[in-house]
């Protein structure tokens, strides 16, 4: 089936710098990846669509100069946390639709923590 | 507003058992659901879908049944096996929007 792969799976980083996270579909082309997020004990909450050659759509009360999001091309998209702060630490998860296959298909995810 | 409802945070059930999982909804356009399953420190495995136009859809241990008149859907899974347990996603989109809305999720604990 279709694989998406999330890199890096863990991430610890200072207050005030920035961390990219890759999301890459690995045996198919997405135009449009999506961006989640989990807080311990939710849901997943969407937070962008991002789409291969154009902007991203950012969802109500995300901050787009925050969250930079790139998807350059047809198999990778990057989620860019600006300026991180603690309140940033979370879960992200990135997925990807196979044309071929219609449920989404998720990443491992990426644990970040801010200190 | 939660779309996607999950009231049940946690279930226990017997090894060899039935577990259902149940999930509602509020928005009348979703015509598409999903149900994912996810261990921690990783991201949700696709497990069973069903389509409005269908009340159920059978794979193996896992059948979903889907009530549009009462907007709920649930996930049967029998006989249960300790390897079942984990948090259970209940999604629902409406095609071609593409966006999935996750309900809270379930914990399912299997005891042996």
């Known amino acids: 089936g279709a694989v998406v792969s999330q890199h890096p799976s863990r991430v610890i980083c200072k207050s005030g710098t920035s961390v990219k996270i890759e999301c890459r579909s690995l045996d198919f082309q997405a135009t449009t990846m999506f961006w989640y997020r989990q807080f311990p004990k939710q849901s997943l909450m969407l937070m962008a669509t991002s789409n291969e050659g154009s902007k991203a759509t950012y969802e109500q009360g995300v901050e787009k100069d925050k969250f930079l999001i790139n998807h350059a091309s047809l198999t990778l998209s990057t989620l860019t946390v600006t300026s991180a702060h603690p309140e940033d630490s979370s879960f992200y998860i990135c997925?990807?639709?196979?044309?071929?296959?219609?449920?989404?298909?998720f990443g491992n995810g990426t644990r970040l923590t801010v200190t | 507003d939660q779309q996607v409802k999950q009231n049940s945070p946690s279930l226990s059930v017997q090894e060899g058992r039935i577990s259902i999982l149940n999930c509602d909804y509020t928005n009348s356009m979703f015509d598409y659901f999903l149900w994912y399953k996810k261990y921690p420190a990783e991201g949700p495995t696709f497990l069973i879908s069903i389509s409005s136009i269908k009340d159920k859809n059978e794979d193996g241990r896992f059948t979903v049944f889907l009530n549009k008149s009462a907007k709920h859907l649930s996930l049967h899974i029998v006989p249960s096996q300790p390897g079942d347990s984990a948090v259970y996603f209940c999604?629902?989109?409406?095609?071609?929007?593409?966006?999935?809305?996750f309900g809270q999720g379930t914990r399912l604990t299997i005891n042996p």
């Open positions: 999604a629902a989109e409406r095609q071609g929007a593409q966006k999935l809305v």
């Open positions: 997925s990807a639709r196979d044309p071929q296959d219609s449920p989404l298909h």
